[in-house]
């Protein structure tokens, strides 16, 4: 099964977020999810935290504030499909802001 789920979606996930899957539908352990999206919840707030730095965009720094406390209200124990969707745009937006900075 995990090799049909990597076969389907190695392209389309970035790797945070294959991971953050596997863990959460194959369930190796509640401290290694909870740990997993601590950290992917921790870079984001860095990411972001970077933006008004590296954007003269008025609006987009405007909006990093409310962005920030949203992600911080994000609890990385609640293990049920809506938060660890939550988190999989989280990964996303990351990865997207790290690429936007280089």
């Known amino acids: ?31 290694s999810l909870k740990n997993l999206l601590s950290e992917v919840k921790r870079v984001a707030l860095k990411e ?9 965009n008025r609006v987009i720094c405007e909006k990093v504030n409310k962005v920030k406390n949203n992600i911080s209200l994000l609890d990385e124990n609640i293990h049920d499909d809506e938060n660890i969707s939550r988190f999989l745009l989280l990964s996303k937006l990351s990865e997207e802001l790290k690429e936007d900075s280089v």
């Open 1 to 31: 099964m995990l090799e049909k789920f990597n076969k389907k979606y190695d392209s389309t996930l970035n790797k945070i977020q294959a991971k953050i899957i596997k863990e959460y539908v194959f369930c190796s352990g509640e401290n």
């Open 48 to 56: 972001i935290s970077q933006v008004p730095d590296s954007h003269n």
